[in-house]
């Protein structure tokens, strides 16, 4: 750790809650996130952010928070270590019986946090916060709640597949989740270091967590299309995001399979999706089908790596605005990928994304 700034406020009693926040080059971004969890702060909260070497003004713009606001406590790493990594030293860092780990670039809802201290118990390991998602500029709804959830739920140690099934796919945000200090130092976590999603490797590891509460309402308002792994996007759900999900043994095929496809790259109208968002190419394929498909699935891919862009784009448009109208994330996908064409604007505007 090269650098520590502690505020005024952090020498206090331990805090209740520890919001952990691990940034990397979101000087552009981080000062509204710690605006919006600042709004509501209240005694017994903390906000630890840890910067993974940021090359921009990210230091300069968290230190004047550190000195004028209660609680916030910034460490400024020598090295990037990882998304991975640095979500587990905000933890260790941490001084709250449970921590949040928030986004850089995400806001917080008002009421939000009195709404999770509201909640922490000592009989619960987690708590998933639901989320809303909106574009990059917050400008348009793209989903009202991640998990469509219209009352809390609370799982119990007999519901551990239960809760996979169920809200697994949710956890791939990391924001959502709210989890004991204590049950996240005890668990294996540099297995997970690399994976992208610690957090679900910590949650559902053997023995998988077994108290744990969903809250239905929104607290988190997600700035979609601002993730720093975009250009990897592909690699990551087609094959490292299921790897983890069918990696845990706890849990059945069918429940697996509800979270996520084991090889998801066999269904043709994903890769016709990923050509038409410009995550798949011939680069793609060559890098990470070509072994793996055979005979016929195998021309296809490679046929699908070639289709023209912007034919793939309209294609794949034209589909969600007569098929699957309320998928506004996907169609806002398309209209920000370099393929997008006059058919993804008038079928953008259509559905107002």
């Known amino acids: 750790?090269?650098?520590?700034?502690?505020?005024?406020?952090?020498?206090?009693?331990?805090?209740?809650?520890s919001i952990c926040i691990a940034t990397f080059e979101r000087g552009k971004f981080i000062a509204e996130t710690l605006d919006s969890i600042l709004a509501q702060w209240q005694p017994g909260v903390e906000i630890v952010v840890v910067d993974g070497a940021s090359p921009d003004n990210t230091p300069e713009v968290?230190?004047?928070?550190?000195t004028r606001s209660?609680?916030?406590?910034?460490?400024?790493?020598?090295?990037?270590?990882?998304?991975?990594?640095?979500?587990?030293?905000?933890?260790?860092?941490?001084?709250?019986?449970?921590?949040?780990?928030?986004t850089d670039d995400d806001l917080l809802r008002p009421g939000a946090i009195a709404t999770v201290l509201g909640l922490l118990d000592q009989e619960t390991d987690l708590l998933v916060a639901n989320a809303e998602v909106r574009n990059a500029d917050f400008s348009k709804e793209l989903a009202p709640r991640l998990l469509k959830f219209s009352?809390?739920?609370?799982?119990?140690?007999?519901?551990?597949?239960?809760?996979?099934?169920?809200?697994?796919?949710?956890?791939?945000?990391?924001?959502?989740?709210?989890?004991?200090?204590?049950?996240?130092?005890?668990?294996?976590?540099?297995?997970?270091?690399?994976?992208?999603?610690?957090?679900?490797?910590?949650?559902?590891?053997?023995p998988p967590v077994g108290r744990a509460r969903v809250i239905?309402?929104?607290?988190?308002?997600?700035?979609?299309?601002?993730?720093?792994?975009?250009?990897?996007?592909?690699?990551?759900?087609?094959?490292?995001?299921?790897?983890?999900?069918?990696?845990f043994g706890d849990f059945s095929d069918r429940a697996k399979a509800a979270v996520c496809p084991r090889e998801p790259w066999r269904d043709f109208k994903s890769l016709l999706f990923y050509r038409a968002t410009g995550g798949y190419t011939t680069n793609e394929y060559r890098r990470l089908l070509s072994d793996k498909a055979s005979g016929i699935r195998r021309v296809f891919a490679l046929g699908i790596a070639m289709i023209p862009g912007a034919v793939a784009n309209a294609l794949a448009s034209l589909y969600f605005v007569i098929l699957k109208r309320e998928s506004r994330i996907s169609v806002n996908n398309l209209s920000r990928s370099p393929h997008a064409n006059a058919v993804t604007h008038w079928v953008a505007r259509v559905l107002d994304v």
């Open 70 to 102: 209660p609680g916030v406590r910034y460490y400024r790493e020598p090295e990037n270590s990882g998304v991975d990594r640095d979500y587990d030293k905000a933890v260790g860092y941490a001084r709250g019986d449970y921590c949040w780990l928030m």
């Open 151 to 206: 009352e809390d739920r609370v799982y119990g140690d007999g519901d551990r597949e239960k809760l996979f099934s169920e809200v697994a796919t949710c956890l791939s945000f990391i924001g959502c989740v709210v989890v004991r200090r204590e049950f996240w130092l005890g668990r294996d976590r540099s297995t997970y270091y690399g994976s992208l999603f610690v957090h679900v490797g910590v949650i559902f590891q053997h």
């Open 62 to 66: 968290v230190k004047p928070y550190v």
């Open 1 to 17: 750790m090269e650098e520590d700034l502690t505020s005024l406020g952090g020498g206090a009693a331990a805090p209740r809650l």
């Open 216 to 247: 239905a309402a929104p607290l988190i308002t997600i700035r979609y299309g601002n993730a720093m792994w975009a250009p990897r996007w592909f690699e990551i759900w087609m094959f490292k995001w299921p790897q983890l999900v069918w990696s």
